[in-house]
């Protein structure tokens, strides 16, 4: 999905690069394989940072439920244990 993304980013910018060849103007002074690993590099920083915050508790909210949470799984292990 990322790569369909970035190659849908890098026709759009070829296209206005076309259009404005066709007009005339000065064209924009990327490479296609510049534009392509500059949204690479976006698209990469991006995730790593949604990632990031996905898995890791940064909210206070979140902070909280992961305290219910470990709290929840030490009483089934003090539980389970009992079982046995």
């Known amino acids: 999905m990322k790569q369909a993304i970035t190659r849908l ?30 949204v690479s590099a976006a698209a990469t920083a991006l995730m790593a940072i949604y990632t990031w915050y996905r898995n890791n508790n940064v909210t206070k909210e979140a902070q909280e439920a992961q305290k219910i949470l470990d709290a929840k799984k030490g009483r089934k292990k003090a539980q389970d244990k009992t079982n046995k």
């Open 9 to 38: 980013v890098v026709l759009a910018v070829l296209l206005v690069n076309q259009t404005l060849v066709t007009l005339g103007w000065s064209p924009l002074p990327f490479s296609e394989e510049e534009i392509y690993e500059g």
